[in-house]
């Protein structure tokens, strides 16, 4: 049960620079390694993994230490009735009516200022000048908070995310973390009382006026929602839009079908969901002892489930190190709901309730983007390198593109 030798570390450099050779060893050699250093068992194989969300021997205990210090208790430690009723509150805003006529503008809106600010230059940063800036942006408007504000947003996510990876335990991004919790709340708590007194067309009014079989939810409930929305949207969004990007420029016949058939933005978003998910880790909780390959993880122990590894599992998936929009083995029309079979977004009672809102941000963001910028292309000598651990994806995505011209930003306009 012990890690073979030749398998790095995942706190280890060689780990952060190549994490798909270390996962291939591992479901291999090594399906379940207990980790000292996180005091965790890894899960590196598909079908694990899969049985860690889908299984209640697994439960979300851990986010309890995990998650908790940063957002305050979530819809994501709750079970039974209580998250049945919590999911219900929030899920409407995600989906349906709700998504499509009062958020749909508001993504596409966000997605044409951002393009705005650099059509016209003929070069872009699709990272630091969209991605990053796009998930936040949307967010942010969907719950009508100031837009002057966006910058304490992208920060405070940026230190929660960076408190959900700190695998190390370095003390100041613990710090950090634990105090994003509570400017976030003084920041909250006031537009909250104000929105009840004087709702607004905005998730945040909807948030505060929803009510499913009497119950409503508090001050504190809405102000943890709206913190991993910020949070857990932003950043697994902005990877998104930036690997899929960097996966399709790294494969130009596949860019090409895309931009000559929209209707494959899906395909190629539910692939880079597989192929290069923005997170790579999620933690579950054993409740009690577990038989799976390689051993015993015992009641009571914290399970890392490495997605990457997973979704990249030569037993689930042909060529599974392959970028390919056309594989028979991922099935797009349910790539975005809790029968995926990719695991990206979770699977079970668990699975990401805003997963259709990313998927209408990614869609909207890629369309306007092959839109508006027709020749699309790396900067020479660029090759897009991956960074991260627990979330990851490309740390910049120079490119280059014909500039519009004013004439024709004025007339669109």
């Not at 505060?208 to 409930?221: I, K, L, P, Q």
């Not at 122990?301 to 970028?323: E, K, M, Q």
């Not at 809102?357 to 508006?372: H, M």
Request: a negative charge.
């Amino acid at each position: 049960m012990d890690s073979a030798p030749q398998v790095p570390d995942i706190l280890s450099p060689a780990f952060a620079a190549d994490p798909y050779s270390a996962y291939r060893l591992m479901r291999e050699h090594a399906p379940l390694i207990r980790h000292e250093a996180t005091g965790s068992y890894l899960l590196s194989r598909y079908a694990d993994v899969e049985r860690a969300f889908k299984d209640p021997v697994f439960t979300t205990d851990n986010y309890g230490w995990q998650v908790e210090p940063v957002h305050g208790r979530t819809i994501l430690q709750l079970s039974g009735r209580e998250h049945a009723v919590r999911r219900a509150l929030v899920a409407p805003a995600f989906r349906g009516v709700d998504l499509r006529e009062r958020f749909l503008p508001v993504i596409e809106r966000n997605a044409r200022e951002l393009l705005d600010g650099f059509r016209e230059d003929g070069e872009a940063d699709l990272v630091g000048q969209f991605a990053t800036r796009f998930p936040v942006g949307v967010i942010a408007d969907m719950l009508g908070l100031d837009r002057a504000d966006h910058a304490r947003f992208h920060g405070w996510y940026t230190s929660v995310i960076a408190f959900l990876g700190n695998l190390s335990g370095d003390p100041e991004v613990t710090a950090a973390g634990e105090r994003t919790r509570v400017e976030f709340a003084e920041y909250l708590f006031p537009v909250i009382a104000a929105r009840r007194e004087n709702p607004g067309d905005d998730l945040l009014s909807a948030l505060c006026a929803a009510e499913v079989d009497g119950t409503r939810m508090s001050d504190e409930d809405i102000k943890a929602f709206c913190s991993l929305l910020l949070a857990a949207g932003g950043e697994t969004t902005d990877k998104a839009v930036a690997s899929l990007f960097a996966n399709l420029l790294a494969h130009p016949e596949q860019l090409a079908a895309v931009r000559a058939d929209r209707t494959l933005v899906d395909r190629a978003f539910a692939e880079t969901l597989r192929y290069t998910p923005p997170v790579h880790m999620i933690m579950r909780q054993t409740a009690a002892d577990v038989d799976i390959a390689g051993g015993t993880i015992p009641g009571g122990s914290t399970v890392t489930c490495l997605i990457g590894a997973a979704n990249r599992d030569a037993d689930r998936y042909a060529h599974p190190d392959t970028f390919d929009i056309f594989r028979d083995d991922l099935t797009t029309t349910r790539a975005f709901s809790a029968a995926a079979d990719h695991l990206a977004f979770a699977l079970g009672r668990h699975f990401c309730v805003g997963a259709l809102l990313a998927r209408a941000e990614v869609e909207t963001g890629v369309n306007l983007l092959l839109d508006a910028l027709p020749d699309l292309r790396l900067a020479p000598g660029h090759t897009p390198q991956e960074r991260g651990v627990f979330t990851r994806g490309p740390a910049r995505l120079p490119v280059r593109f014909t500039p519009a011209s004013r004439s024709a930003r004025t007339a669109r306009e």
